[in-house]
């Protein structure tokens, strides 16, 4: 008799990640303690930083690239003055500086990273070079020329000044930003060298540091309903797209993989939305003359037990 390979459960966990723990050790304790089929995460964290991990499990994993393309926030703290080869303090230092910026300076430079900019990751980094990534290379002492790619960056602000060598800020960004990338090029701008020191992500999308689960609650619960009661539905990973509802006929035509009939809503033609058939989500699609043209179809929830 084959093994069983874990539960058929759908939902999000949301984990206030503990520093020193990979995201991929999160999400693994996460489909251990929920004895999981499937689970994954939208939008890595280093193993140092804090705060929000959205992981997905089974269904919930088809709705995770619209929660990495969601904008999310940081909370970090740059220490100036010292430049390390991770941009972060991990890693050794190789330059420094004894030169501090005023308040004005540091505010006034920040102006520069903010809108669409360009952004070099870090040398360590999970970015593939030539099919190989780029940490991997820097642990073998490799410098890489690494592309620049654009970030979306709607707000970084500082919020408070310790000390002349750390200076507090928030950033809301969009997806694939790097904040060790930011503290590094905002020590360069000012002519003193950085770092981060402490980084937290306070929120992505629609889920919220402070609603997430700690990782000691997890092994506490784990294996229990109350675990389980702690997942939040597929369809919250969906919050940024229109809900469409579909008749009975229109679900089982999105179920098959076919365009099915939808009841006209906000959804405008050619908009990315998602239908709905009696609460479930059904599929997510393109809307175009009332129907959803699926791009991603939902397994539905197996029927209830008969009554009779």
Same mark, same amino acid.
């Given at each position: 008799?084959?093994?069983?390979?874990?539960?058929?459960?759908?939902? &999000?966990?949301?984990?206030?990640?503990?520093?020193?723990?990979?995201?991929?050790?999160?999400?693994?304790?996460?489909?251990?303690?929920?004895?999981?089929?499937?689970?994954?995460?939208?939008?890595?964290?280093?193993?140092?930083?804090?705060?929000?991990?959205?992981?997905?499990?089974?269904?919930?994993?088809?709705?995770?690239?619209?929660?990495?393309?969601?904008?999310?926030?940081?909370?970090?703290?740059?220490?100036?003055?010292?430049?390390?080869?991770?941009?972060?303090?991990?890693?050794?230092?190789?330059?420094?500086?004894?030169?501090?910026?005023?308040?004005?300076?540091?505010?006034?430079?920040?102006?520069?990273?903010?809108?669409?900019?360009?952004?070099?990751?870090?040398?360590?980094?999970?970015?593939?070079?030539?099919?190989?990534?780029?940490?991997?290379?820097?642990?073998?002492?490799?410098?890489?020329?690494?592309?620049?790619?654009?970030?979306?960056?709607?707000?970084?602000?500082?919020?408070?000044?310790? #000390?002349?060598?750390?200076?507090?800020?928030?950033?809301?960004?969009?997806?694939?930003?790097?904040?060790?990338?930011?503290?590094?090029?905002?020590?360069?701008?000012?002519?003193?060298?950085?770092?981060?020191?402490?980084?937290?992500?306070?929120?992505?999308?629609?889920?919220?540091?402070?609603?997430?689960?700690?990782?000691?609650?997890?092994?506490?619960?784990?294996?229990?309903?109350?675990? #389980?009661?702690?997942?939040?539905?597929?369809?919250?990973?969906?919050?940024?797209?229109?809900?469409?509802?579909?008749?009975?006929?229109?679900?089982?035509?999105?179920?098959?993989?076919?365009?099915?009939?939808?009841?006209?809503?906000?959804?405008?033609?050619?908009?990315?939305? &998602?239908?709905?058939?009696?609460?479930?989500?059904?599929?997510?699609?393109?809307?175009?003359?009332?129907?959803?043209?699926?791009?991603?179809?939902?397994?539905?929830?197996?029927?209830?037990?008969?009554?009779?």
């Amino acid at each position: 008799m084959a093994r069983k390979k874990g539960r058929d459960i759908s939902g &999000w966990l949301i984990v206030d990640k503990p520093a020193g723990m990979t995201s991929t050790s999160v999400v693994n304790k996460v489909r251990w303690a929920l004895d999981a089929k499937k689970a994954g995460h939208a939008g890595t964290l280093d193993p140092e930083a804090t705060g929000v991990l959205a992981v997905a499990l089974g269904e919930a994993t088809k709705t995770v690239p619209y929660i990495t393309d969601a904008l999310k926030a940081y909370r970090f703290t740059v220490r100036l003055g010292q430049a390390t080869n991770t941009d972060d303090a991990e890693g050794e230092v190789i330059a420094s500086s004894d030169m501090r910026p005023s308040d004005d300076e540091i505010k006034e430079a920040l102006h520069a990273f903010v809108g669409e900019i360009q952004q070099v990751p870090p040398q360590f980094s999970a970015v593939k070079i030539d099919g190989e990534r780029a940490y991997k290379r820097a642990r073998d002492g490799e410098t890489m020329e690494i592309a620049a790619r654009p970030l979306w960056v709607e707000e970084l602000v500082m919020t408070g000044r310790p #000390d002349a060598d750390h200076v507090e800020l928030e950033m809301t960004c969009g997806k694939g930003g790097y904040v060790r990338s930011i503290a590094r090029d905002l020590g360069a701008k000012l002519g003193c060298h950085g770092h981060v020191l402490r980084l937290r992500r306070i929120w992505s999308g629609p889920f919220d540091a402070e609603d997430g689960i700690g990782i000691d609650e997890i092994d506490a619960l784990a294996k229990t309903p109350a675990l #389980d009661e702690r997942l939040l539905p597929l369809e919250v990973g969906l919050a940024e797209l229109p809900e469409l509802k579909c008749t009975a006929e229109g679900a089982a035509r999105l179920r098959n993989g076919n365009p099915g009939m939808v009841i006209p809503g906000e959804a405008e033609y050619g908009d990315e939305a &998602w239908a709905s058939f009696e609460g479930q989500p059904v599929a997510v699609g393109v809307f175009k003359a009332g129907e959803l043209h699926p791009t991603r179809v939902f397994v539905s929830p197996p029927p209830a037990p008969s009554q009779t």
